[in-house]
């Protein structure tokens, strides 16, 4: 099975190249982020035409999760046990379109886009490090079967995961709170896959439209395939696809795939 991540950064927006890319990487399950859409608002024709069924959660034009699989979909979640909501005032905390879970091929995919965090002092910080505490804790359930946590996890979780600590856009990202959050997985009994493929320093994921990032090489490494130990032993190969940050209409981040053998 080809599984793969994707920060899409608007669905609606890049269907067609999102769709183009799943048919010539022969990806079986994609989870993406930031569709930007509620269900009835997703291009799905696009994605059921080339063989692909969806799972789709989104509440508005923000967030919004989305697993498109060719080898079986079932049991979907919208959310996992003690899933944070956020408000910034604290009075009616929502709960965000941020997880959306399915088995997918006898995998448990979790498509997962964590929260930003904004700033130090801003209470979506403390709301990023509690959603990352409580899918710790909830993916710690699950880690004696095949489960991929996968998605936009907003940490660079090692220096050379960014061009500059100091890049005022990803103060958040770069704290030791938020980067023993996303180790924390790892005392979960999950692997985080990309590492093990792609070790190399400034391999990056993410590269804001601002200030010629992209051309310049000034990006970040914050997407990742987190596995638990089962699926883990099953993996045989990975790449971090660069080029689809290049031409007309990308999004800022670009697909993490990895490849596992058969069970």
């Known amino acids: 099975m080809r599984l793969a991540t994707w920060n899409v950064n608007s669905i609606r927006a890049r269907v ?13 399950v994609l989870a993406m982020q930031e569709i930007k859409c509620k269900p009835e608002q997703f291009p799905r024709e696009a994605f ?12 508005n034009q923000w967030n919004g999760v989305a697993i498109a699989s060719r080898v079986g979909l079932a049991d979907v979640e919208s959310a996992f046990p003690a899933q944070p909501g956020f408000d910034k005032a604290g009075v009616d905390p929502i709960v965000e379109a941020r997880a959306l879970g399915a088995t997918c091929g006898g995998v448990r995919v979790w498509s997962l886009y964590v929260p930003n965090g904004r700033g130090l002092a801003d209470p979506h910080y ?3 490090l509690d959603f990352l505490a409580r899918l710790r804790d909830a ?18 979780p090692l220096p050379t995961d960014i061009w500059s600590e100091e890049d005022s856009e990803a103060v958040t990202h ?8 996303f180790h924390a997985f790892e005392d979960a009994g999950y692997v985080e896959l990309s590492r093990r493929f792609l070790p190399a320093e400034r391999t990056y994921t993410f590269w804001d439209y601002k200030q010629l990032r992209f051309p310049k090489g000034e ?3 914050i997407d990742f395939v987190y596995a638990s130990a089962p699926l883990a032993a099953r993996a045989t190969a990975g ?6 940050r290049k031409g007309k209409g990308a999004s ?12």
């Open 139 to 156: 993916a710690s359930t699950w880690a004696d079967s095949p489960t991929a946590l996968v998605g936009d996890f907003n940490v660079a």
């Open 252 to 263: 800022d981040h670009v697909p993490v795939v990895i490849d596992f053998a058969d069970a």
């Open 219 to 221: 990006g970040m490494r």
């Open 16 to 28: 067609d190249r999102v769709v183009d890319w799943l048919e010539r990487s022969e990806t079986d």
């Open 126 to 128: 403390t709301y990023k």
């Open 174 to 181: 770069v704290t030791p709170e938020a980067r023993a959050a």
């Open 48 to 59: 059921e035409a080339s063989g692909y069924e969806l799972a789709i959660h989104g509440l």
């Open 239 to 244: 790449s971090i696809v660069r080029d689809e």
